[in-house]
């Protein structure tokens, strides 16, 4: 069973930056795809950033591009979400998701939310205008 443990989440103000951590058990983190998804009260659980396997490829949501950055350490089983410039829109509960990558899709970002399998139980960021 994989599980998935998101950290860092907390009451910033705007302006501030903020690291969110996922760390993922099992042995074979490496062959998953890595994702960081978001849902505000009341809105749809939207995608937030993506990874592949081995963290060569990125994508990124129009709102976050150029303030956030997301990475991975295949080596202590974590992807992080690093988020500059927060804005009080980007108040949300914050998750990552993963999902095995076939090899022969290794450089594959997956976007959609239903493309996941493993959720993690989320972290709450708070932006205070």
């Known amino acids: 069973q994989v599980q998935l443990v998101e950290s860092g989440g907390r009451l910033v103000q705007a302006g501030d930056s903020l690291r969110l951590s996922c760390i993922v058990s099992g042995r074979t983190f490496s062959t998953y795809a890595m994702g960081w998804f978001r849902q505000a009260p009341g809105k749809e659980r939207e995608f937030v950033a993506a990874i592949t396997t081995t963290g060569s490829t990125t994508s990124y949501a129009d709102s976050v591009k150029g303030r956030f950055t997301v990475s991975r350490d295949n080596a202590v089983n974590t992807v992080y979400l690093q988020m500059n410039s927060l804005e009080f829109e980007d108040t949300a509960i914050y998750y990552c998701?993963?999902?095995?990558?076939?090899?022969?899709?290794?450089?594959?970002?997956?976007?959609?939310?239903?493309?996941?399998?493993?959720w993690g139980q989320g972290t709450q960021v708070t932006v205070s205008s």
């Open positions: 998701a993963a999902r095995q990558s076939p090899r022969s899709m290794s450089n594959y970002v997956w976007t959609l939310r239903q493309s996941y399998t493993y």
